[in-house]
């Protein structure tokens, strides 16, 4: 074999191997691509994984008002569970009801979304002391698993997050026209009627009876 081909050879078996390699890391249970984790609060106990957890404030900041709990509720388990709590470290309980009202319940092998129009809703009467960008302690209790806690993102109901976000927020009002300053836009020393207006001294009958008389005059 020249030394040409055997160059070529073992390019080739160097692409190969290569490509091997790349597969390697997507395939597999164990694949290295399954290592990435997504950039959101997650985590699992038993049967009962919460995920995508966020903490919703107010959309401007230094407004006063309720914020929002949002995440998506995973059980793997065989029975239900149901979702007793939502509660914030430091800041206390928050208020947790069904899409329907009532409690939240995750069934067997399903999943429920807290927060967003449609779904199960958890709300904190006061969220003046969370702040944008801060990351805070979540802990959500389910009545088979018990307590499931992590540290979730605080974000203003902005952008993404406005149709996530606490529905008590309040409305910036609008600004009334200001009215116009007595006698703006009217000439110096002049009033609010025009001289000359279509009004006139003396009506078309008056002109007309005047013609009429002044030419029975110069028949006679």
Not at 16 to 26: D, E, N, P, R, T
Not at 120 to 134: F, I, N, Q
Not at 195 to 220: F, K, L, N, R
Request: include cysteine; aromatic fraction near 4%.
């Amino acid at each position: 074999m020249s030394s040409s081909l055997r160059r070529g050879a073992l390019a080739a078996s160097a692409i190969a191997f290569s490509i091997a390699s790349l597969a390697a890391c997507g395939a597999g249970n164990d694949a290295q691509t399954l290592g990435i984790k997504p950039d959101n609060a997650s985590t699992s106990v038993g049967d009962i994984k919460v995920q995508n957890a966020l903490v919703i404030i107010q959309p401007e900041r230094e407004a006063e008002g309720p914020a929002a709990v949002s995440a998506t509720l995973f059980n793997t388990g065989d029975s239900a569970q149901t979702l007793d709590s939502i509660t914030l470290d430091g800041i206390g309980p928050a208020e947790v009801k069904a899409a329907g009202g009532g409690s939240v319940t995750v069934p067997a092998g399903g999943t429920v979304v807290i927060g967003g129009e449609g779904n199960a809703a958890a709300v904190v009467k006061d969220g003046s002391a969370l702040a944008d960008g801060a990351n805070h302690k979540v802990t959500f209790a389910f009545s088979e698993t018990g307590d499931v806690s992590l540290t979730a993102f605080v974000v203003p109901a902005q952008s993404y997050f406005s149709s996530w976000g606490p529905s008590d927020i309040p409305a910036v009002p609008e600004a009334s026209p200001s009215a116009p300053a007595a006698g703006e836009g009217e000439a110096e020393g002049t009033t609010p009627s025009a001289t000359g207006s279509p009004s006139a001294t003396g009506t078309p009958t008056d002109a007309a009876s005047a013609s009429a008389t002044e030419s029975g005059a110069a028949e006679h």
